[in-house]
């Protein structure tokens, strides 16, 4: 059974940084794209950032110059490196990986941004 893993969110403080990690566990060969999403309260889930097998990202116009998302596919995590985070970036993170054409994902992380 599939199962992805997060760490790394919190509370810090306006301009401050944050890495969220997700590891896949399970029996697989390969990962396709592999993404991280946020929902705040009262709001929809969004797509912050997504990396494909091939390293190639995309961004949230919102996020773009402060988010970086990176992956490792030895280890079958994906990370994301926030900087200058704001309090409207104050959500649940959740990490997401299309694996065989299914849509997996984690558990979720809150990260809260005080001003």
């Known amino acids: 059974q599939v199962q992805l893993l997060e760490s790394g969110g919190g509370l810090v403080q306006a301009g401050g940084s944050l890495r969220l990690s997700c590891a896949v566990f399970?029996?697989?060969?390969?990962?396709?794209?592999m993404g991280w999403y946020r929902q705040a309260p009262g709001k929809q889930r969004e797509l912050v950032a997504a990396v494909t097998s091939s390293g190639r990202a995309n961004y949230l116009d919102s996020v773009k110059g402060r988010f970086t998302i990176s992956r490792d596919n030895f280890a079958n995590t994906v990370y994301l490196q926030m900087n200058s985070l704001k309090p409207e970036d104050t959500a649940v993170y959740y990490c997401?990986?299309?694996?065989?054409?299914?849509?997996?994902w984690g558990q979720g992380t809150q990260v809260t941004v005080s001003s």
């Open positions: 997401n990986a299309d694996i065989y054409g299914n849509s997996k």
């Open positions: 399970g029996f697989i060969f390969s990962i396709n794209d």
